[in-house]
């Protein structure tokens, strides 16, 4: 059974750090892309990040793009989203997905908040 669960959320201050894990069971991350996308209040959901299954091939939004980074532990079975200067527009939840032959799967996300 495809699991994924998100944690690492929180209340960060402008310019502060968080990093999010999704911890991934029924499947081994490194034989799949793993992307992190995120929901503001009001908003759409957007991809956020991307790595490639097998290699090390990411991608990120423009709005990200020198802060953000994400990785995979295939000993943990676990993808990560490093978040670096952070912003409050930022703020929002945060999801990770899989696709499985012609199934998504999702996590339950991880409220991210940047204000002072």
């Known amino acids: 059974q495809v699991r994924l669960v998100e944690s690492g959320g929180g209340l960060v201050q402008p310019g502060g750090s968080l990093r999010l894990s999704c911890s991934a069971s029924?499947?081994?991350?490194?034989?799949?892309?793993m992307t992190w996308y995120r929901q503001a209040p009001g908003k759409e959901r957007e991809l956020v990040a991307s790595?490639?299954?097998?290699?090390?091939?990411?991608n990120y939004s423009d709005s990200v793009k020198g802060r953000f980074t994400i990785s995979r532990d295939n000993v943990k079975n676990t993808v990560y989203l490093q978040m670096n200067s952070l912003k409050p527009e930022d703020t929002a939840v945060y999801y990770c997905?899989?696709?499985?032959?012609?199934?998504?799967?999702w996590g339950q996300g991880t409220h991210v908040t940047v204000s002072s």
């Open positions: 997905k899989v696709v499985i032959g012609l199934s998504s799967y």
């Open positions: 029924g499947f081994t991350v490194s034989y799949y892309t």
């Open positions: 790595i490639a299954r097998a290699g090390t091939i990411t």
